[in-house]
Protein backbone atom coordinates (compact mmCIF):
# COMPACT_ATOMS: atom_id res chain seq x y z
CA UNK A 1 0.00 0.00 0.00
CA UNK A 2 1.30 3.47 -1.08
CA UNK A 3 0.45 6.60 0.55
CA UNK A 4 -0.30 9.89 -1.20
CA UNK A 5 0.56 12.61 -0.10
CA UNK A 6 -2.03 16.16 -0.13
CA UNK A 7 -1.09 17.82 -3.60
CA UNK A 8 0.09 20.81 -1.86
CA UNK A 9 2.93 19.30 -0.35
CA UNK A 10 4.93 18.92 -3.74
CA UNK A 11 4.96 22.90 -4.47
CA UNK A 12 5.85 23.48 -0.56
CA UNK A 13 9.13 21.40 -0.70
CA UNK A 14 9.66 22.90 -4.38
CA UNK A 15 9.21 26.41 -2.73
CA UNK A 16 11.30 25.45 0.71
CA UNK A 17 14.01 24.71 -1.93
CA UNK A 18 14.30 27.71 -3.79
CA UNK A 19 14.10 29.54 -0.68
CA UNK A 20 17.12 27.53 0.58
CA UNK A 21 19.07 28.35 -2.23
CA UNK A 22 18.15 31.84 -2.52
CA UNK A 23 19.31 32.48 1.24
CA UNK A 24 22.46 30.72 0.72
CA UNK A 25 22.94 32.85 -2.66
CA UNK A 26 22.18 35.96 -0.83
CA UNK A 27 24.29 35.09 1.94
CA UNK A 28 27.31 34.35 0.01
CA UNK A 29 26.99 37.50 -1.82
CA UNK A 30 26.80 39.49 1.39
CA UNK A 31 29.81 37.70 2.75
CA UNK A 32 31.66 38.35 -0.36
CA UNK A 33 30.40 41.92 -0.52
CA UNK A 34 30.89 43.00 2.88
CA UNK A 35 34.44 42.43 4.72
CA UNK A 36 35.22 38.76 4.87
CA UNK A 37 34.35 36.97 8.22
CA UNK A 38 36.96 36.55 10.76
CA UNK A 39 37.40 32.45 10.43
CA UNK A 40 37.32 32.34 6.65
CA UNK A 41 35.81 28.99 7.13
CA UNK A 42 32.51 30.90 8.19
CA UNK A 43 32.52 32.62 5.13
CA UNK A 44 31.51 28.75 3.63
CA UNK A 45 29.38 27.57 7.29
CA UNK A 46 26.52 30.28 6.20
CA UNK A 47 25.95 29.86 3.31
CA UNK A 48 26.10 26.24 3.52
CA UNK A 49 23.46 26.26 6.53
CA UNK A 50 21.46 28.77 4.27
CA UNK A 51 20.61 25.94 2.40
CA UNK A 52 18.95 23.75 4.47
CA UNK A 53 17.69 26.56 7.10
CA UNK A 54 16.58 28.96 4.65
CA UNK A 55 15.35 32.21 5.75
CA UNK A 56 15.65 31.61 9.14
CA UNK A 57 19.17 30.66 8.10
CA UNK A 58 19.96 34.02 6.69
CA UNK A 59 18.38 35.38 9.59
CA UNK A 60 20.78 33.68 12.12
CA UNK A 61 23.59 35.03 9.57
CA UNK A 62 22.05 38.38 9.62
CA UNK A 63 22.06 38.67 13.33
CA UNK A 64 25.44 36.57 14.79
CA UNK A 65 27.34 36.29 11.42
CA UNK A 66 27.04 39.85 9.63
CA UNK A 67 30.65 41.51 10.44
CA UNK A 68 31.38 45.67 10.67
CA UNK A 69 27.84 47.82 10.83
CA UNK A 70 25.45 45.62 12.03
CA UNK A 71 26.83 43.12 13.49
CA UNK A 72 25.41 41.92 16.55
CA UNK A 73 27.90 42.14 18.84
CA UNK A 74 26.84 44.90 21.38
CA UNK A 75 28.98 48.01 21.83
CA UNK A 76 29.14 47.95 25.34
CA UNK A 77 29.48 45.61 28.61
CA UNK A 78 26.14 43.93 29.17
CA UNK A 79 25.27 41.64 31.39
CA UNK A 80 26.19 37.93 30.62
CA UNK A 81 28.97 38.99 28.53
CA UNK A 82 32.74 38.72 29.00
CA UNK A 83 35.32 41.18 27.07
CA UNK A 84 37.52 40.08 25.20
CA UNK A 85 41.87 40.81 25.65
CA UNK A 86 41.30 42.94 22.50
CA UNK A 87 38.66 45.27 24.81
CA UNK A 88 36.15 44.43 22.66
CA UNK A 89 33.13 42.23 23.98
CA UNK A 90 32.69 38.91 23.35
CA UNK A 91 29.40 37.03 22.26
CA UNK A 92 27.45 35.68 24.87
CA UNK A 93 27.30 32.61 25.72
CA UNK A 94 24.20 31.06 23.31
CA UNK A 95 25.77 32.89 20.75
CA UNK A 96 29.17 31.34 20.59
CA UNK A 97 26.97 27.83 20.98
CA UNK A 98 25.40 28.66 18.12
CA UNK A 99 27.68 29.59 15.70
CA UNK A 100 30.22 26.97 16.93
CA UNK A 101 27.48 24.25 15.95
CA UNK A 102 26.81 25.63 12.44
CA UNK A 103 30.31 23.76 11.71
CA UNK A 104 28.54 20.81 12.67
CA UNK A 105 25.59 21.44 10.59
CA UNK A 106 27.71 22.44 7.66
CA UNK A 107 29.28 19.12 7.54
CA UNK A 108 26.11 17.64 7.72
CA UNK A 109 24.85 19.20 4.84
CA UNK A 110 27.58 19.18 2.57
CA UNK A 111 27.36 15.18 3.18
CA UNK A 112 23.84 14.85 2.44
CA UNK A 113 24.42 16.80 -0.57
CA UNK A 114 27.43 14.66 -1.77
CA UNK A 115 26.89 11.44 -0.28
CA UNK A 116 24.08 9.87 -2.75
CA UNK A 117 26.00 11.02 -5.65
CA UNK A 118 29.42 9.07 -4.07
CA UNK A 119 26.91 6.34 -3.12
CA UNK A 120 24.91 6.10 -6.48
CA UNK A 121 28.79 5.50 -8.42
CA UNK A 122 30.54 3.16 -5.54
CA UNK A 123 27.41 1.54 -3.80
CA UNK A 124 28.13 -0.85 -1.27
CA UNK A 125 26.12 -2.96 1.55
CA UNK A 126 26.79 -2.70 5.78
CA UNK A 127 25.56 -6.21 7.27
CA UNK A 128 23.57 -6.96 4.16
CA UNK A 129 21.35 -3.30 4.01
CA UNK A 130 22.71 -1.02 1.17
CA UNK A 131 20.70 1.53 3.21
CA UNK A 132 23.08 1.13 6.25
CA UNK A 133 25.64 1.29 3.59
CA UNK A 134 24.68 4.67 2.39
CA UNK A 135 24.18 5.74 5.92
CA UNK A 136 27.42 4.52 6.80
CA UNK A 137 29.03 6.65 3.81
CA UNK A 138 26.89 9.88 4.75
CA UNK A 139 28.37 9.19 8.34
CA UNK A 140 31.65 9.33 7.61
CA UNK A 141 31.51 12.28 5.34
CA UNK A 142 29.26 14.60 7.58
CA UNK A 143 32.59 13.51 10.24
CA UNK A 144 34.83 14.58 7.72
CA UNK A 145 33.32 17.53 6.59
CA UNK A 146 32.70 18.40 10.32
CA UNK A 147 36.10 17.88 11.62
CA UNK A 148 37.43 19.98 8.77
CA UNK A 149 34.98 23.17 9.13
CA UNK A 150 36.09 22.41 13.06
CA UNK A 151 39.60 22.36 12.42
CA UNK A 152 39.76 25.67 10.10
CA UNK A 153 38.30 27.43 12.96
CA UNK A 154 40.85 26.89 15.01
Known sequence: ????LPAWMHPLAWTMVLLGIASAAIAA???SRRAPQSMTVMGYVWPINALWAGVIGLWVYWKLGRMGPGSALPAMKMPGMNMKA????????????VTGTLHCGAGCSLADLVGPFVFHALPFAVAGSM??????LDYILALGAGVTFQYAAL
Open 1 to 4: MSAT
Open 29 to 31: FEI
Open 86 to 97: TGKPARPFWQSV
Open 131 to 136: VFGEWT
